[in-house]
């Protein structure tokens, strides 16, 4: 974890960024993916599994290890760089839809029909226990952490870091933050159970998807240990991704940034020392060239008006 001086001034407290984009595969999933693979029956024939992308590329990274069959369903929103990184470790991977919902019920049919074991991306205990590794690490390193802002999708990865957060310091605040084109699991948590959303184009493309309707684990604890859930526009995503690139000199996903970009945008008022988790790095070279020179995305129907990075406060 490192400070970042510049959202310190711009909040005016402390504020940490916990480096999962130094991951072996790029990612934080690579903890979850690890943990879950470790415990399969020696037994196990092969592993299949749905994914925005960095799920698939830890579960591929997992499998290789153990020398374990693993087949990856992403859907075609999902960006080649990702594609391109789990067939390089070997996995097989299927495109099946435009969402993640057809990526899910394409895993769930190969467990059917090919016996593999399915790893949820977000839903299973083993994948949030690796995921709240992370919230024990942050705590370790800056015990005074008063609010952690957590990228949030599926919510294993808000729902490890919660629970092992609070069982350190029940006091600590967590919030969890996301696009709000496509908020599954906020509009899930206020409807009081899963529901689907349709899934758009983001620069946070890590933060599409739903949290399936059977979801088990990582909705109640979202709706139990949050304290709250904040939705951030593209235009706030965008303009965060270059605060970190200049600022910090960082290169990440822009689901990385939507901590960043809710308090830069006053959704958030940090009140004492706090710390988002940028989460990955796995992001399109040329889109991400795009925003840092300052020109318009489209994503899909819709146009994120470009900017040349400019400071937000004197
Ligand atoms: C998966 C992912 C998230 C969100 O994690 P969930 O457990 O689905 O909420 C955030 N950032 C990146 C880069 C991811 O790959």
Redesign the pocket.
Known sequence: MVPSPFMSAATQHPFFLKLENTQATG???LRGALNAVASLPSDARGVVCCS????GRGVAYAAAQRGLRAVICMSNLVPQAKVDGIRALGAEVRIEGVSQDYALAAAQRLVQAEGLIDIS??DDPLVIAG?GTIGLEMLSAQPDLQHLLV????????AGVACAAKAINPKIKVTGITMDRGAAMDASIRAGRPIIVPEFPSLAD??GGGIGMENQLSFPMCRDLLDDVILVTEEEIYHAMQVLYYEDRIVA?G??VVGMAACLSGKITPQGPTATII??RNVDMYQFTQVITGQDIELGEYTVKGQPYAQPIA
Do not use: D, V, Y
């Open positions: 990612a934080f999933k925005t992308g960095n799920h991306p977000f995921q990228p949030l999708s599926g919510g294993g990865l808000a890590s933060l996903e689901a990385c989460t990955g």
